[in-house]
């Protein structure tokens, strides 16, 4: 089984009371998931391209329990307050097992 992925590039995040009550209440929404931050926002050291927005990965011990946080409700009634106050995408990836390397996408 391998760990998943939620990320997160937010642009326009427009600070204010709903984005810091979003921020006050999301630890207690991932904690029943054992999710957990991985990159929340900074600055990157952009070597190649350009790049804008915040960029945020939570990891998760499943698929499943990615799938079931992101649907709780405790989530979902938070998640306006991010939504209204910001553009973005959010998708979910698969991570590889230990064992991976680049070439097994050939086979």
């Given amino acids: ?18 984005i810091t009550e979003y921020l006050q209440r999301i630890d207690s929404t991932l904690t029943p998931f054992e999710g957990r931050f991985i990159i929340h926002g900074g600055l990157p050291d952009v070597r190649e391209g ?6 945020i990965i939570l990891r998760f011990p ?7 946080w992101y649907t709780s409700d405790a989530y979902q009634a ?6 209204n106050n ?9 991570g590889v097992n230990q064992n991976h390397r680049a ?3 050939l086979i």
């Fill in 50 to 55: 350009q790049w804008s927005g915040d960029l």
């Fill in 62 to 68: 499943t698929s499943a329990a990615a799938q079931h």
């Fill in 86 to 94: 910001s553009t973005g995408t959010v998708a979910f990836f698969e």
């Fill in 1 to 18: 089984m391998t760990e998943s992925y939620v990320v997160g590039i937010l642009n326009n995040v427009a600070m204010g009371d709903d």
């Fill in 78 to 83: 938070i998640a306006p307050l991010r939504i």
């Fill in 103 to 105: 070439t097994d996408i």
